[in-house]
């Protein structure tokens, strides 16, 4: 990409193509859509003082009103529908400086110009893209993990505990990100010539006593600095015992209606989650990990491993991919018709992808693996694994954390693969946008207009 694209050309462009296209939208969709009409309502009875009123619909905590009213400093007339979403057009920029800040601390070896280039197109990701223009709460949640893993990056540790408090109260869920950060930030205690010798990179493990190894190291590294292992982890601590008070004076993690998010065990989520990072980072991809390496020949013993390996996950199908009642009956979502294709001819598909599932775990396991370590990707992986797995419901945004943190973790394209990423996105995006606003529909059992959308 050119070195034209300075901050402030990113900045300005972004925000026009943002504020654009969030001026038709509102044209066209002047009305609260799908889950804004909880959401709006919510966050206008703060606006009009009423902080006690809550609507037992809402699942997640009031982190995005409480945000909302303060960027429009609880004025009641702009807490229009219109003002309200532009609040989540601050979040796209916090979140690419943030980016960038991320990258400098992960990849030093790139330049600020490279770092503001994957930064510019990280923020288009289009799941993430999309719903800057509802009032939703993707964007204050992924802002605010962010802001706090780049705090933990600079050793703020009181600081990113708070910024994962601000974000749990966006999305419950990020509690696992909390904790993700702070095992990520122990890790670092470590020299670089001692995680050398225990924690080598992921890519390059070749025995499971490998990881056996790494964890023996690992363990003896926390004994032997077990005073700065305190002082860095009792902030998160905190935060993890006042979220555990609050999940047993709630009766739970979810708020209010929760007959529609009983947690479950879809370890299909992990095989979806797989096959839809390969893809949005496809490009990417192929930009840092040589094509003979992700096609290599495999060995007698390698064969063995990944015919082991597609066993247990076509038995994971089998035993373990729940269909939620959403995804079946709610036609306005692209996932409705992913699983309806999916599921054809008997459910033959859903096995017959289980190849497809393994190539994209290798090609992700690659891209990431190569930069970071075996640990690194294990507490990533956990945290990724208890974020999806207990969720019934296939539904993208769920992915947009863990896909976040694994595309600003591997190793960064540059060139042409990074501007063929952007033009990926960009497509997508418009696509997207596209039929959200130019082809509605109507169903005959509800009045009003249905629209196609993530």
């Not at 979040?91 to 930064?119: C, D, G, M, W």
């Not at 994962?164 to 010539?193: C, D, H, K, M, Y």
């Not at 032997?224 to 047993?248: D, H, M, Q």
């Not at 390698?302 to 009642?325: D, E, G, Q, R």
Request: proline fraction near 6%; charge should be positive; aromatic fraction near 16%.
């Amino acid at each position: 990409m050119p070195g034209i694209f300075t901050p402030a050309t990113i900045v300005v462009l972004h925000l026009s193509v943002l504020i654009t296209i969030s001026v038709i939208w509102s044209r066209i969709v002047p009305q609260p859509y799908m889950d804004e009409i909880f959401h709006i309502p919510q966050a206008q009875r703060y606006c009009q003082g009423d902080y006690r009123t809550w609507d037992p619909k809402l699942t997640t905590p009031p982190g995005l009103y409480v945000i909302g009213n303060i960027l429009l400093a609880a004025q009641r007339p702009l807490c229009s529908t219109f003002f309200l979403r532009l609040t989540n057009l601050s979040y796209p920029f916090i979140i690419l400086f943030t980016v960038a800040s991320l990258l400098k601390s992960i990849h030093p070896h790139l330049t600020r110009q490279e770092q503001l280039n994957s930064a510019a197109v990280i923020i288009c990701f289009p799941i993430l893209w999309f719903f800057n223009f509802l009032y939703y709460t993707d964007g204050g949640s992924s802002a605010f993990i962010l802001l706090s893993w780049l705090a933990a990056k600079k050793r703020h540790h009181l600081l990113s505990a708070l910024g994962s408090a601000v974000a749990v109260t966006f999305r419950q869920t990020n509690i696992i990100w909390s904790l993700f950060i702070v095992g990520t930030a122990l890790l670092e205690l470590s020299t670089p010539g001692e995680r050398r010798r225990f924690d080598p990179k992921a890519a390059f493990v070749q025995s499971p006593l490998q990881l056996i190894e790494a964890l023996t190291g690992f363990i003896q590294m926390l004994l032997s600095k077990f005073g700065r292992v305190i002082t860095i982890s009792l902030p998160y601590l905190g935060l993890l015992a006042v979220f555990a008070a609050f999940v047993k004076w709630n009766g739970g993690i979810v708020l209010g209606d929760r007959s529609n998010h009983i947690p479950s065990m879809h370890v299909v989520q992990l095989f979806y989650f797989a096959a839809f990072s390969a893809g949005m980072s496809m490009f990417a991809i192929l930009g840092v990990v040589p094509v003979a390496r992700l096609i290599r020949r495999p060995t007698f013993k390698s064969s063995l491993v990944i015919l082991t390996v597609a066993s247990i996950m076509a038995l994971c199908v089998y035993k373990f991919t729940n269909v939620h009642p959403f995804l079946l009956a709610d036609n306005r979502h692209y996932t409705f018709y992913i699983w309806r294709l999916m599921s054809r001819y008997n459910g033959i598909i859903l096995y017959a992808l289980v190849p497809a599932y393994i190539a994209a775990a290798w090609f992700c396991w690659q891209a990431l693996g190569t930069e970071q370590t075996i640990l690194w990707v294990v507490i990533y992986a956990v945290a990724t694994m208890l974020t999806l797995i207990p969720s019934p419901l296939l539904e993208f945004r769920y992915f947009i954390t863990p896909y976040l943190i694994y595309r600003i973790a591997m190793r960064q394209p540059r060139g042409v693969w990074l501007f063929l990423e952007l033009l990926f996105y960009t497509a997508i995006n418009a696509v997207t946008v596209w039929m959200f606003l130019n082809k509605p529909f109507r169903w005959v059992h509800q009045e009003g207009v249905q629209r196609f959308m993530w």
